[in-house]
């Protein structure tokens, strides 16, 4: 199971996606920064998760151009489960997707929504931006590489919750002792996602390759970070005693190590990743390399050009380019 598809279960607000990410992804710069700063990253974060940006924004560009579904799928959506994941814990585990229960308790999967529905107004419209029956053909696919999966609206949580604690002995039977954890994060998910208002969201594989998450906004490693009412109804149900430690679960990707804080210097050279520490403006990261003497890097405030590789000062040449 450690080599299986990673599913992510995402609480979230609706128009979160309809009205702040699709409005980015659709081209609002300004927008893409004021969702970057909520995300409160910086650093190798920030330059990994506006890359994501980027990627979806020409997703989204694909979409509409060529009307075609794939680019919402498989990037689009993935990337909004992704930067939903640094504002707010979500709830993981492997093996395990809605695509069970459809195949296991066909009226349980009828009660999901396809992500189509999300791309959709709550007037049956589709987004601003997307081809007429784009959102329409953008169907769920749990279990896949990097896609998303069902969408459980916020209107429709309670009874999609109801519906789901009344096939968890169905379930259980089904999955056996390995199904213990992936019910007890799916329930874990649907309770919050109800006692806060919110929809909820299915994504596979959207965070992985990504090692900057705090490592308290991937629940479902332990029981640790799930209520322990729901870890006790869960126990119940499997005959075991509350107390008692859930099968271990695969552990998370370990995260890269953090690159070295070099001293800047104007005669030094960098690459692009490599953080710098310069006596004005602070530490950052080096995110393009414009020729042998220039470069550009992300700092806390905004991104500046640099000068790099100067002459020593014994070294000839003539006078240097002004910094």
Known sequence: MSDAPETTFHPFDER?????????????????????????????????????????????????????????????????????????????VRGFSTADLTRLVPSLGARLRGPDALLRGPDGVALPGLAPGVAERTSARPGRTRSVGAYVPKDEVRSFLDAFRAALPELKDALGPQGERPLAVLLSALVEAKLSGQALLEACDALSGDGFLPKDHRLGQDEAGLPPAVVREVAKLYGRDASERLPKAAPAPAAPPRPQVLPYSPRSTFEV???????????????????????????????????????????????????
């Open 16 to 92: 979160e996606l309809r009205e702040r990410f699709a409005v980015a992804a659709n081209g609002d710069d300004d927008l893409v920064r004021e969702l970057l700063d909520a995300a409160e990253v910086g650093g190798p974060s920030w330059t990994a998760l506006k890359k994501a940006f980027d990627e979806a924004g020409a997703a989204w560009t694909k979409a509409r151009e060529a009307a075609d579904p794939v680019p919402l799928e498989q990037t689009v959506l993935p990337t909004f489960a992704r930067w939903l994941t640094y504002l707010r814990p979500a709830y993981c």
């Open 273 to 323: 990743g490599q953080r710098l520490a310069h006596k004005a403006f602070g530490t950052g990261e080096v995110t393009q390399v414009l020729d042998s003497r220039r470069l550009k890097v992300r700092f806390p405030d905004e991104e500046r050009t640099l000068i790099q590789g100067l002459p020593p000062a014994d070294g000839g040449g003539g006078a240097p380019p002004p910094a």
